[in-house]
């Protein structure tokens, strides 16, 4: 597998999918080679560098890899696919679309390739036209070359069929269920209590909404504050951005990239759980938010809303006042949220689950 930053982090979605499948399917006796980035985590302080060999039975290599923005996924992806093509591989699993620009090659020497689209991520804003136009390139290469392309959503399904012709299958993400813990750390690190906040979690970048949620809360009437939670991630100057937005409020916070017991603390306690995105693949963070058990609310694009479907609340996509109102509301009826938070972990993991993913994955692969 390659097009992943590095696992096991959690720096994204993508890296989450692929530490998932790897671990599972070892454990269902295959051998699973992760073709990691070599170079600093996204947190960029207290994380390190993610050089490791095997993970759960899962080889880990790194390959060289220039930083700078767009440079470190072009560089380790085009050498995991000089090594993946080499390798005594049955199957190369490519993931993100900007990757697939170097399918050819392993394609090339005959090795069997597949493709996990994980959004159309040639319309994120933070790219300019150089890197969108290559991403668009690696979409097209996908298309021409892969044997199979999976997607993740119904609407990514029937872009490629429309786009360009191509059938694709549907796979969508797994999630577990997760045990709620009591706010300790988070108590200590940035005075969170239970039901006192309304959380964000994932990369701080354009197409995740944050300016609607930022300018929405800020006319909320309510002492629960909001937590921005999660680094940048080739945005650093769209961060700065945003804390000048929330200036002045002093219930919105920002912790910065979270993970391992301060993560599963901010989900389990939770008062609401927002996600107000543009553009998204499918949103592991929303599947986690609801397998803790939380109440969610979410813009109203199909992936997002195929997946909550009636057990959450949506606004209208870019509306600053239809979030406004959504968020006073549920400030304003506990009640409501208590009946959604009970609803949400039974629903979510009755629907999606890792292993399915999985089994579904590997048939691809057999076939």
Known sequence: ??????????????????????????????????????????????????????????????????????????????????????????????????????????????????????GLDWKRQKWGAFARNYIRFGEKIAVKYADEIIVLSRGAKEYFLKEYGRETVLIPN????????????????????????????????????????????????????????????????????????????????????????????LFSNAYVYCLPSDLEGMPLSLLEAMSYGCCCLTSDIPECADVVEDRALTFRKGSVDDLREKLQFLCDHPDVVGQYKSEAADYICGRFDWDTTVKKTLEIYRR
């Not at 959690?10 to 051998?31: A, N, P, S, W, Y």
């Not at 302080?45 to 930083?67: A, M, Q, S």
């Not at 200590?188 to 039901?195: A, Y």
């Open 174 to 265: 797994g999630v577990d269920r997760h045990r709620k813990i009591e706010a300790e750390q988070i108590n200590q690190l940035f005075g969170l209590k239970k039901d006192e906040y309304i959380l964000f979690l994932g990369r701080v970048v354009p197409e995740k909404g944050i300016r609607y949620l930022i300018e929405a809360f800020r006319t909320v009437h309510t002492e629960k504050k909001l937590v921005i939670a999660g680094g940048s991630s080739d945005s650093q100057a769209f961060m700065k951005e945003m804390q000048r937005l929330a200036g002045g409020d002093s219930r919105i916070r920002f912790t910065g990239f979270v993970g391992g017991r301060v993560l599963a603390e």
């Open 1 to 118: 597998m390659l097009g992943h930053k590095r696992i096991p982090s959690r720096e994204g979605g993508v890296e989450i999918v692929v530490k998932e499948l790897g671990t599972r399917m070892v454990r269902l006796g295959h051998q699973v080679t992760c073709f990691n980035r070599r170079e600093h985590h996204v947190n960029r302080k207290g994380y390190g560098r993610c050089n490791l060999h095997e993970y759960k039975g899962v080889r880990i290599r790194p390959v060289p890899t220039v930083t700078g923005k767009g440079l470190a996924a072009v560089s380790s992806s085009f050498f995991a696919s000089i090594f993946a093509a080499f390798g005594r591989f049955d199957v190369v699993h490519f993931h993100a679309e900007g990757p697939c620009a170097m399918l050819w090659i392993p394609r090339l020497l005959g090795r069997r390739c597949i493709a996990t689209v994980h």
